[in-house]
């Protein structure tokens, strides 16, 4: 009752059809096939009270390139604690200097140099913004993050880490470092 008798026989196989192609390789994977992966360093900087420290991915304006942020390390190396604001920005002005801590991050294309710049430094003009993201670090820790290429900086854009002694009276340290893959703006291709 209710139940219908199959019309098949039971010499018959059902076979399923080919698989169709229906996706590309993860991103990240192609970027580093093609050498435009890179990973950098910031230089650590040791504040004195109430002095902010700034750790910076930047893509000049003229690079010609897409940035996408894959990681972030944002480590206190002090007994004080840090708050952490990370802001999407212009290029930033201040204090700042180069950090040549950068490498390409394949192998077999190591000689090929990053479009994208490091900087750090500190006295920031960051007047009038909003962080995006706002978390604090407790003494000697590090706090990884996997962004996985969901932060975009288009040409002239820049990620901001700024960092600062969650208790004025008490120094701090800090460094920040960033993993990164670059694509040709207009095709959307690795350079």
Not at 34 to 59: D, H, Q, S, V
């Amino acid at each position: 009752m209710g139940y219908e008798e199959s019309s098949q026989s039971s010499d018959e196989i059902f076979i399923c059809p080919e698989p169709e192609y229906t996706n590309d390789l993860a991103n990240g994977y192609d970027q580093t096939l093609r050498g435009c992966y890179y990973k950098g360093t910031c230089e650590p900087l040791f504040l004195a009270m109430e002095e902010r420290a700034y750790f910076i991915l930047e893509n000049p304006k003229n690079s010609g390139v897409d940035i996408f942020v894959n990681r972030a390390s944002y480590m206190n190396m002090s007994p004080a604690p840090i708050l952490v604001n990370l802001y999407l920005s212009d290029k930033a002005k201040g204090e700042i200097i180069p950090c040549k801590n950068v490498s390409n991050a394949n192998t077999y294309f190591y000689k090929r140099e990053a479009a994208g710049n490091l900087l750090c430094g500190r006295n920031l003009m960051l007047k009038g913004k909003e962080a995006n993201c706002r978390f604090a670090l407790s003494a000697y820790t590090t706090i990884k993050t996997e962004e996985s290429g969901a932060v975009l900086l288009a040409p002239g854009r820049c990620l901001i880490a700024e960092m600062a002694s969650l208790i004025p009276e008490m120094n701090a340290g800090a460094v920040s470092s960033f993993s990164w893959w670059e694509c040709r703006t207009e095709e959307a291709q690795c350079q």
